[in-house]
């Protein structure tokens, strides 16, 4: 079964440091990899995608995220956290064996403290 | 605007009572998504449709739940006999069928069911 993992509810960081949020996966076929974000009673935000090529991907807002096949994971990064990033972020794994339905990870909720 | 449109934005009923939402996609995107996301969760997919033909549904979607999309433009939701347990936000997406499927999300119908 098509799964995706967000180990960590919540990530608190101070204003200027950077950010990591992880994402591992597990589907049976090649997949398609996306980053959305959602601020509170919004809808989703495309930050980036992964289909194929290089492996790290860069996105709107500063964020980029690394493809590493041999652990299943798909990692969204971003060097310096702006208190506007503050809300919550969601990795999706899909693919065209499937429809391209996405199946989401249970979103990790970013607190920026300043 | 030119991006996914969702009505109404919110929606409050009494259980037993039926519930219609209407999802109005990007023009020229042929691939329409609902899914459903409660709170504290990711979004779980329920159905899609490929121009007018509904492709798939998921075991989320209940007898009580019902999707068209008529002239493979807009689409509706409809539940019946709504459970308090139906109360959660219902997402739209909509994409282009080619390459990656990048589905573009609406901003949300939010059902609180009392």
């Known amino acids: 079964a098509q799964s995706v993992t967000q180990p960590d509810i919540h990530i608190t960081v101070s204003e200027g440091a950077s950010l990591e949020l992880r994402c591992n996966y597990s589907y049976g076929a090649t997949p398609y990899l996306f980053w959305y974000v959602q601020s509170p009673g919004q809808g989703l935000q495309l930050l980036l995608k992964?289909?194929?090529?290089?492996?790290l991907v860069q996105g709107i807002k500063g964020f980029e995220a690394e493809f590493k096949r041999s652990q299943s994971s798909f990692n969204l990064r971003k060097p310096s956290v702006h208190w506007s990033d503050a809300a919550e972020y969601f990795c999706?794994?899909?693919?065209?064996?499937?429809?391209?339905?996405?199946?989401f990870g249970a979103g990790t909720i970013l607190r920026v403290k300043s | 605007d030119t991006g996914v449109s969702q009505n109404p934005r919110h929606k409050i009923t009494k259980r037993g009572q039926n519930v219609t939402f209407r999802c109005d996609p990007i023009?020229?995107?042929?691939?329409l998504y609902w899914y459903r996301q409660t709170l504290g969760q990711g979004p779980e997919f329920l159905t899609y449709?490929?121009?007018?033909?509904?492709?798939?549904k998921s075991r989320l979607l209940s007898d009580r739940f019902s999707a068209e999309r008529p002239k493979g433009s807009f689409s509706t939701l409809e539940i019946q006999r709504t459970e308090q347990g139906d109360s959660a936000m219902y997402l739209c997406?909509?994409?282009?069928?080619?390459?990656?499927?990048?589905?573009?999300f609406g901003p949300g119908t939010r059902l609180t069911v009392l």
């Open positions: 992964y289909f194929s090529g290089d492996t």
């Open positions: 449709f490929q121009n007018e033909a509904q492709l798939e």
């Open positions: 999706a794994v899909g693919a065209r064996e499937y429809g391209n339905k996405l199946v």
């Open positions: 997406a909509s994409s282009y069928l080619s390459g990656s499927n990048e589905q573009f």
């Open positions: 023009s020229e995107h042929n691939r």
